[in-house]
């Protein structure tokens, strides 16, 4: 998509029902989903949006939906309140033009409406895409992993976190510095393998890191069963490391690739929360 039709785009609250229907469409077609059980009720969003929730989209000139996402209020055990945005879906021809940034922004704009100082959501851990413009591009934080987090086989997820608050002073980023580091060459030999070593700050400091090494692309499903032992053995490691390291206080802050097969996360220390002192609850 060029720069000059990307501009052409707006980005929405929907209110209505029958843009609740043509969201809970988009979103049935771009997941691929044929099960009743995983399809959205239109109905459900309406109620969202009108109670702390959130319902976004985005439109072309000539007025398609191509792009849709929304949360709602949520609180975790240790009492910190947040947006979350449940689900972000762009029409397979128009991903990668910055359609899902402008509904992340729109989504910020309802959520600090609602009162909501941070937002939260989850991503699979093996889509770095998904990772890079969570980090790089929102400048969100991994501040929680939860194994099987739908509650069936493969569906490990990291939990983000976003400071809707932060502006684009770079200054107003504690991880800004880190998100620019360089990581070390690591290759497939290394996925799903943890690395350790010290990080420089800005301020001169030096810090602990890890690197975690996963595929550039996601994998493809395969009815191969040596191909489909391998993912699952990566995914294995990628949850053991994970866990470890977001379990023992940890924060991801970017996720980069080194080559055309393989990105890397960084994790680092975790600071204290802002406002309260109490870590992230998942």
């Not at 569906?155 to 504690?174: C, G, Y």
Request: charged share 25%; with cysteine; aromatic share 8%.
């Amino acid at each position: 998509m060029s720069q000059a039709s990307l501009s052409s785009l707006r980005a929405e609250t929907l209110i209505s029902g029958e843009e609740f229907r043509a969201a809970a469409v988009l979103y049935t077609r771009v997941f691929g989903y044929e099960r009743p059980e995983f399809s959205l009720n239109p109905n459900l969003l309406s109620a969202l949006a009108r109670n702390g929730g959130s319902a976004v989209g985005v439109r072309t000139a000539d007025d398609e939906l191509i792009g849709f996402a929304y949360g709602f209020a949520g609180r975790d055990a240790l009492g910190n309140d947040f947006h979350y945005s449940q689900a972000a879906v762009v029409d397979a021809a128009h991903q990668g033009a910055g359609v899902g940034r402008m509904l992340k922004e729109r989504q910020r704009e309802v959520a600090l409406g609602w009162g909501h100082r941070t937002m939260r959501w989850t991503f699979d851990p093996v889509l770095s895409r998904n990772a890079h413009f969570n980090f790089s591009s929102l400048r969100a934080e991994g501040v929680g992993f939860v194994p099987d987090y739908y509650g069936r086989p493969g569906t490990d997820r990291v939990v983000v976190e976003w400071d809707l608050t932060r502006d684009d002073d770079p200054f107003s980023d504690p991880f800004d510095d880190l998100r620019r580091a360089e990581p070390p060459a690591l290759g497939r030999g290394d996925w799903g393998r943890a690395v350790f070593g010290p990080i420089s700050r800005r301020d001169g400091s030096v810090g602990e890191a890890a690197w975690l090494a996963v595929p550039a692309q996601a994998p493809a499903v395969s009815d191969d069963e040596e191909e489909r032992a391998s993912h699952d053995l990566l995914r294995a490691n990628v949850r053991q490391s994970l866990a470890t390291l977001i379990g023992d206080g940890a924060v991801l802050v970017s996720c980069v690739r080194v080559d055309q097969a393989t990105a890397v996360y960084l994790a680092v220390e975790r600071p204290s929360h802002p406002d309260s002192g109490k870590e992230p609850s998942v």
